[in-house]
């Protein structure tokens, strides 16, 4: 009878001395760039085929998940605002009811959500001095919403949201933490290029309904001088803040508008006062 006796196995077996290292960090170039790809692939496609999406498509489906806003209660200066939005989205848009939000936000700010819904804050309203300037703001957030940025936004979005919750489960909880604060600003602050879209949009848009420009720049320079007011301006920057971003920088905004209402020759008049 005989015993098996399991032979030891050569101690090189499996194991290139030196090469550890190398391999280990092959492997992560590889998974890195497979990440990158997935990251690439999910945003491009979904980039494309949200950009299909038209702006009465997208109202239309959000419709079904909000609630009919109720203007009822409102004070006569934020129902003021109310119909602004409107007046200015019907240049635009036939079949979309703009639904207009107010917050309690002391932080002066104004952006429009998914699916056709625009908020302005308490902060906002109590900077504001005139009609003009508030149409203004409105306009920079219709040009958002027309140009589709909220919607390619989160086509940019969710490519990196499925890798690092991906790397969040491969790592157990570790990774999810260290993107956080990062990616809230990656979703939510708008390109210096989309801004400046915007910013064009909102100009014809001002035009279009006052006959000139009058008070374009007007909420910049309030915000200009909110800003250097606040002791600090870091703690809020991870909140929606479309208009305390700091690309591009206030200045440069108010420049830029100023260069091209020069350059289209568009007039300016006397501004609507605005009480809040
Ligand atoms: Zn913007």
């Not at 309690?104 to 002066?108: A, C, G, Q, T, V």
């Given at each position: 009878m005989s015993s098996y006796s399991p032979k030891t196995p050569n101690e090189t077996v499996n194991y290139t001395e030196g090469s550890f290292l190398a391999e280990f960090t092959k492997k992560i170039f590889l998974l890195l760039f497979f990440l990158a790809i997935i990251v690439f692939v999910i945003s491009f496609s979904l980039k494309s085929f949200l950009s299909g999406i038209s702006p009465e498509k997208e109202f239309t489906l959000a419709s079904q998940f909000y609630t009919q806003e109720n203007y009822?209660?409102?004070p006569q200066s934020k129902l003021k605002v109310v119909a602004l939005v409107k007046g200015l989205s019907s240049q635009y848009f036939e079949n979309i009811d703009i639904r207009v939000k107010f917050s309690?936000?002391?932080?002066?700010n104004a952006f429009m959500m998914i699916g056709g819904t625009m908020t302005f804050t308490e902060g906002f309203l109590k900077l504001a001095k005139s009609e003009n300037e508030i149409a203004f703001v409105a306009c920079h957030e219709l040009g958002h919403f027309n140009e589709r940025h909220i919607i390619k936004n989160m086509g940019n979005a969710v490519g990196p949201a499925i890798v690092i919750a991906l790397l969040d489960n491969l790592s157990g909880g570790g990774i999810g933490p260290m993107f956080s604060s990062g990616f809230n600003l990656y979703q939510l602050n708008y390109s210096r290029d989309l801004e400046s879209e915007a910013d064009d949009f909102a100009l014809s848009c001002l035009n279009k309904y006052y006959g000139h420009v009058g008070g374009a720049t007007d909420f910049f320079e309030h915000i200009k001088d909110y800003k250097t007011k606040i002791d600090s301006f870091s703690f809020k920057?991870?909140?929606?803040?479309d208009f305390l971003?700091?690309?591009?920088?206030t200045l440069e905004r108010i420049e830029d508008i100023n260069a091209e209402i020069k350059n289209k020759k568009l007039d300016i008049q006397n501004t609507v006062p605005y009480m809040y």
């Open positions: 009822e209660n409102l309690d936000d002391e932080l002066p920057e991870n909140k929606v803040t971003s700091t690309h591009p920088n």
